[in-house]
């Protein structure tokens, strides 16, 4: 079953340059163990919420709006979708990310497109 984990924190200063390097250690270490179990599907940062634009549609009428859907202190900062056997393997698998021990790791299972197994 597919599951999103979705990495949040606080959101990084935006007057301080972004760290150099694109993971730290104990991330890229984590993401060899997922990958090399092969639970780890494909996953990213993301750019900050000030980068977001919020799109809604109201009687066809496309309305844009700098910034995310809600303004808070917390963030989604990046994701990964896993490939687990169930929900056990995918939280021991959120658990042992990096960011579960600085912010919060949430998860939530996909639902299956018709034709394709849950």
């Known amino acids: 079953m597919r599951y999103l984990m979705l990495i949040c924190g606080t959101s990084h200063d935006e007057s301080k340059p972004l760290p150099s390097e694109p993971m730290d250690t104990a991330t890229e270490a984590w993401v060899k163990e997922m990958d090399g179990r092969g639970v780890r599907l494909m996953g990213q940062r993301l750019r900050p919420a000030s980068m977001a634009t919020t799109i809604r549609v109201n009687d066809g ?4 709006t700098d910034g995310p859907f809600a303004e808070t202190k917390e963030q989604i900062l990046g994701f990964d979708l896993l490939e687990c056997e169930n929900l056990d393997e995918a939280l021991e698998v ?3 990310h ?5 912010g919060a790791v ?3 299972p996909l639902w299956p497109f018709a034709g394709e197994e849950s």
């Open 98 to 102: 990096p960011s579960a021990r600085h």
């Open 106 to 108: 949430e998860v939530r």
């Open 61 to 64: 009428e496309v309305l844009l």
């Open 94 to 96: 959120a658990a042992k």
